[in-house]
């Protein structure tokens, strides 16, 4: 059922400097792909009334390199990051990822930062990033911080952002091994992934799920087994207690219980 | 040039494509308000009180007092009511109507509705209301199971299906004077603009005035040929109490939560088959699951039953089935109409039997196909234009499929078929009490078509358009096809089962041939120019051979049959169960094409809509209602969901029908399915259901 | 506030968090873009802000201040996409048909068919399985049609 518009606020901000600025003195939940938001206002999931839009902070929307470390602008678009040569070469899972978000509309609205803060447990990106260790950079007026984003979730769509805070960039320093993802969605476009992994096979491989909790999740057990040198099928059983997930409107806790420790092997020979 | 057998210049113009076409939502009228239904939050029990939590100045609100006729929706029975009285049968059934000229306060208004409920009734298995039994009989089924080599059980499912037309339902109710007596104009999404002339004449009585305007529809597959009766009911009711004109347009959510759907299926068979492959005795059982109220069920379970023993020759086949109550919305018409249901089941059995017997399943299918000559279930003797052979043998041969299938062997690729069939018009008598009549007017240029049949998206404007102008020898640009407006147009029957190119095609040029008989030669133009306007009017008359005994459920079902046969290719994956659909050949036999193009984009647009009922729809239900009622959640084929489509039209005419054509909109849809699980099978996988989703595919395969 | 619209400089008036696809319908009388669903998910209110296919039911106004966005009457009534859209059947009932159109328009010059596939994949038609469109789109760029499906 349609919210009311009468009943929301808006301002728009120009630039990082206003956006914070306004944000220091009001309390606003910032807007920028705002894919999720009619949807969730609609569903009656969505609280607030008083957004900041920063869809025109275009400071935000650099991919740039920081030495070693690719820096992505929160305010990146999916297109943007399929198309980003830096992405194509420092973080391929990424633009995986990207392609398989939506379709083209929402690719060319939906950002990276936005489905960061917005913390769905079936965010298709945040695997990528739990596995790629990447960190969240963090500002306000008054300052700037850096989480790691297997530590910005406190729990279902809940994060470590403060109300005065902007995500303003995505840092990931350099994943030294080869990079897997596989997103298992309803069907083969416009889908929410029923199950999402992304790996990084090293001698101590990082391993990330997401719809199989009530945030992403990396896996430090298996990551452990695995690390130790122990069989696959070991890693299996280890994962198989690891992570607990749901049934929903969607798909079976069985099903992707299954399909979990069926493409966790697929991870390992793919890229032993 | 003829135009019948081109794809020639649609008559809808290019107003589809340049965003000019005028669909219901596009439409406003001077002083317009909006129309809310409030709508049981509960699956079972009564109403016990109602409060108003908001100001209720400004609002029109309408309960089933304001009913001055009767208070029910007038379609096969009487029992589905337009708004609750007490009695609530299923969730979301509507209760209240409001309208107010603020979409926003009208939003935000509040109805406390305080309910005494009772334990509903979910599970059809376990219903004792049935709202309609059939028996088909035919020989000894009996008998001939104790006499057979080998039978062969096997059940099988199929789930609810939701139409997902793109355009969700809506209408506008305007209130209109016509000479001196107040009464209303429905300006709507709507397959059968007379359907909702008699449901609303029971609602009012037959005093006020009420015509209806199909505006252009944005898809119906059935889900708006009885549904649109009641929510033009409710508007109509909104408008004359508020002396405004009420629009009313469903949201997503609320139309896939309270709106019809595919009855939901249960198909028993037990055959008894020969060694050498014959198959002589097949006992089926059907059960459909329909709902809180009777809607079309009796016809949905009556052409399922009728179709249930596949395009096969048997001579002992007893068929029941039965169509029940539950305390879910009302389910009803969906392209194929009980069809796809139990054609699913015995091409999933075939290939069971061949499995059984050693035998290759074409084998079997060529042995028993029915051939011109044969009878089927309910008697009929089949006429040339039966073509299960013909479509058999091209698919077959056109996929290499024999030698392609022994290749897969091994792989995670499958190839699977299904042989069908689907009869055209309504059933038996049907066609013969539809007493559907067409006009031809004569216009200063040309003709007019005027019928009640509605342009959904299959070409109905531009088949009839080239039917009356071959039948009539003038050029197909003096054709103009009136937009159905019940005051103007002559009823033509319902715009359903697949009959509105074959049965009013075929009225329209008999018509045709009775006005160039009193054209005399002379263009339109000219005999108007000299005598001014005339038009003609016929009757439907089906062909004088057709008997059928609607008691015994005996005789011809249906003047003819449209054919196919489909071949699926497809692979699943290892790690994630998912079914991906690499090719699905079609290969379909209907009678002459009157418009090739608009042909194949019905039999490409049922095929995807048969590959979302075989693997991607899902109806989840809870506590009686859609749970998964948002196209994030209920998901249809996107184009990357789609494989190869390849598409074969073959024919072999059908006397009766216009220029030989037969009807085809619901062909297609009977096939997908069953070929895609049978591909499963292909791959050792034992699937008896559909939606055949990853979850459930996992669960067939071996315990890893 | 302004934006730019069909080419036009044009002031609106209406809530800034109002839905880009109630102010194209409601307030500019343009009612060409339709609602499918409201969800972003069948893509049939598909118009182009500067340049790049969008879904306006989930655009706030506020956002396309100074934006272009283009509709599809921007696109005229004789459009050659729109010809072939209804010659090769790409539009049957058509509610789908403005925004496939303003997906398939910002296509390159020289889309594959896995091109074309992947520009709609965000746009749900119900009728024609996509075959036809695809055949559409391909023949509006001058691409072989030959793997979109043919009938015999």
Redo the contacts between chains.
């Keep these: 059922?349609?919210t009311?518009?009468?009943g929301?606020?808006?301002r728009?901000a120009a630039s990082l400097n206003e956006a914070l600025t306004i944000l220091r003195d009001d309390e606003r939940t910032p807007?920028a792909g705002?894919?999720d938001?009619?949807?969730a206002l609609?569903f009656g999931t969505l609280e607030p009334r008083r957004?900041l839009?920063i869809?025109?902070v275009n400071e935000l929307r650099d991919i740039s390199m920081n030495g070693r470390t690719l820096v992505m602008g929160a305010l990146a678009t999916y297109?943007s990051l399929i198309r980003s040569p830096l992405v194509a070469r420092h973080l391929p899972m990424l633009v995986e990822a990207s392609r398989q978000i939506?379709?083209?509309?929402?690719q060319?609205?939906g950002t990276l930062g936005g489905n960061v803060a917005n913390g769905s447990p079936a965010g298709d990106s945040l695997p990528v990033l739990a596995a790629a260790d990447a960190v969240v950079v963090l500002r306000s007026a008054a300052a700037e911080r850096r989480v790691p984003i297997t530590s910005f979730y406190t729990g279902y769509r809940a994060t470590v952002m403060r109300p005065d805070e902007l995500i303003v960039a995505i840092e990931v320093a350099p994943v030294d091994g080869k990079q897997w993802f596989?997103k298992?969605g309803?069907?083969?476009?416009?889908?929410?992934s029923k199950i999402v992994v992304a790996g990084v096979r090293t001698r101590a491989p990082r391993i990330a799920f997401g719809s199989v909790a009530a945030t992403v999740v990396r896996v430090p057990e298996t990551e452990r087994k695995l690390a130790a040198g122990g069989s696959i099928d070991e890693a299996v059983s280890v994962l198989s207690r690891e992570i607990k997930p749901i049934d929903d409107?969607?798909?079976?806790a069985?099903?992707r219980l299954?399909?979990a420790?069926?493409?966790l092997?697929?991870f390992w020979a793919e890229t032993g | 040039m003829p135009a019948v057998g081109n794809s020639v210049a649609r008559k809808d113009g290019i107003g589809k494509a340049t965003g000019s076409a005028q669909y219901a939502d596009d439409i406003t009228f001077p002083g317009m308000i909006f129309g809310r239904t409030i709508r049981s939050t509960i699956a079972r029990g009564r109403v016990r009180s109602i409060r108003f939590d908001f100001e209720t100045a400004g609002f029109t609100i309408v309960d089933y007092r304001d009913v001055i006729g009767r208070n029910s929706v007038d379609l096969i029975e009487k029992d589905q009511p337009f708004l609750v009285e007490s009695e609530v049968r299923h969730m979301a059934e509507p209760i209240l109507l409001l309208a107010h000229e603020d979409r926003e306060r009208l939003n935000a208004a509040r109805v406390e509705i305080e309910y005494e409920t009772e334990t509903p009734l979910f599970d059809p298995e376990h219903s004792t209301e049935v709202f309609k039994k059939i028996g088909i009989a035919k020989g000894d089924a009996a008998a001939a199971l104790a006499g057979a080599d080998l039978v062969v059980e096997g059940t099988y499912r199929t789930g609810h299906q939701e139409h997902v037309y793109i355009e969700p339902n809506g209408v506008i109710a305007v209130p209109e004077e016509v000479e001196g007596r107040k009464g209303v104009a429905i300006f709507g999404s709507v397959q059968c603009p007379f359907y909702v002339i008699k449901a609303l004449r029971c609602l009012f009585g037959s005093h006020p005035p009420i015509r209806v305007i199909q505006t252009e529809t944005g898809g119906g597959f059935g889900g708006k040929e009885e549904y649109p009766s009641m929510i033009a009911g409710h508007a109509a009711l909104l408008a004359l109490k508020s002396g405004r004109p009420v629009k009313i347009i469903y949201d997503r959510t609320e139309d896939m939560v309270a709106t019809t759907k595919r009855h939901p299926s249960i198909v028993r068979h037990r055959t008894g088959v020969m060694r050498d492959g014959r198959i002589v005795a097949m006992d089926i059982d059907v059960l459909m699951d329909g709902g809180a109220y009777v809607t079309l069920s009796p016809v949905v379970l009556s052409r399922g039953c009728i179709h249930a023993a596949g395009p096969y020759r048997c001579d002992n086949v007893s068929i029941r089935g039965r169509t029940v109550f539950t305390n879910t919305p009302p389910n009803g018409a969906f392209r194929g109409f009980g069809a796809p249901q139990t054609e699913f089941a015995v091409e999933v059995h075939m290939e069971r039997i061949a499995e059984a017997l050693g035998m290759d399943s074409v084998e079997l299918r060529r042995l028993n196909a029915l051939r011109p000559g044969d009878t089927t279930a309910t008697g009929q003797t089949l006429r040339e234009d039966t073509s299960a052979l013909m479509v058999l043998e091209e698919a077959v041969r056109r996929t290499d499929f024999t030698r392609r299938r022994e290749q897969y062997k091994g792989t995670n690729r499958g190839l699977g078929l299904a042989l069908f069939y689907h009869g055209a018009g309504f059933t038996g008598s049907g066609e013969l009490s539809l007493k559907s009549r067409a006009r031809l007017e004569l216009t200063p240029a040309g003709v007019r078509i005027a019928t009640g049949s509605t342009e959904i998206g299959q070409g109905t404007r531009t088949t009839h358009a080239q039917i009356v102008s071959d039948a009539l020898g003038i050029p197909y640009e003096d054709v103009e096809v009136a937009q159905p407006d019940t005051a103007r147009v002559a009823d033509s029957g319902p715009t359903v089962a697949s009959r509105t190119c074959m049965v009013v095609g075929k009225i329209l040029e008999k018509c045709a041939h009775e006005m160039k008989e009193r054209l005399n030669g002379s263009s339109p133009a000219e005999h108007y120019a000299k005598h001014g306007a005339f038009s003609v009017e016929q009757m439907y008359e089906p062909p004088d051979w057709i008997k059928w005994d609607d008691a015994a459920y005996r005789g011809d079902a249906y003047a003819t049959y449209g054919w196919g046969c489909d071949v699926a290719e497809i692979e699943v994956d290892r790690d994630t169960y998912e079914v991906r659909p690499l090719k699905l050949t079609a290969v379909q036999e209907f009678g002459r094409p009157i418009h090739p193009a608009l042909a194949q984009g019905q039999i490409e647009g049922g095929t995807a809509q048969g590959l979302g009922y075989a693997l991607l729809e899902r109806v989840v239900m809870r506590d009686g209602a859609m749970a998964n009622s948002q196209l994030t959640n209920y998901v249809i084929p996107t184009t990357l969901d789609m494989p190869e489509l390849d598409v074969v039209m073959m024919e072999n005419q059908y006397p009766g029908g216009p220029f030989g054509a037969k009807g085809l909109g619901e062909l297609p849809m009977d096939g997908p399915a069953p070929a895609v699980v049978n591909a499963l099978r292909h791959l050792g996988l034992d699937v008896r259901e559909i939606p055949a989703t990853p979850e459930l595919i996992a669960s067939c395969t071996a315990l890893a | 506030m302004n934006l730019v619209l069909n080419g036009v400089s044009t002031d609106v008036e209406a809530h800034p968090m109002a839905r880009l696809l109630d102010v194209l319908r409601e307030e500019c009388g343009l009612t060409g873009t339709k609602e499918g669903c409201g969800e972003g998910e069948c893509g049939a209110c598909t118009v182009l802000i500067n340049g790049e296919p969008v879904c306006s039911c989930l655009i706030p106004l506020a956002q396309v201040e100074k934006a272009e966005v283009v509709t599809i009457e921007g696109l005229g009534d004789d459009h050659p996409l729109q010809h072939l859209f209804m010659n090769e059947v790409g539009a049957q009932c058509g509610i789908c048909t403005p925004g496939m159109i303003m997906a398939a328009v910002a296509l390159g010059p020289a889309p594959t068919l896995d091109d074309v596939k992947i520009a709609l994949a965000g746009n749900l038609c119900r009728c024609t399985g996509y075959s036809a469109i695809y055949r559409a789109v391909l023949k509006w760029r001058g691409m072989p049609v030959a793997s979109a499906g043919g009938a015999q």
Excluded at chain 1, 102 to 106: A, D, L, S, V
Excluded at chain 1, 249 to 252: P, Y
């Design positions: 059922m349609r009311a518009i009468s929301l606020e808006v728009s807007i705002a894919t938001l009619y949807v609609n957004f839009d869809w025109a297109t939506g379709g083209p509309q929402i060319n609205r596989r298992v309803t069907r083969a476009a416009q889908a929410i409107v969607r798909s079976t069985e099903y299954r399909v420790t069926n493409l092997r697929r």
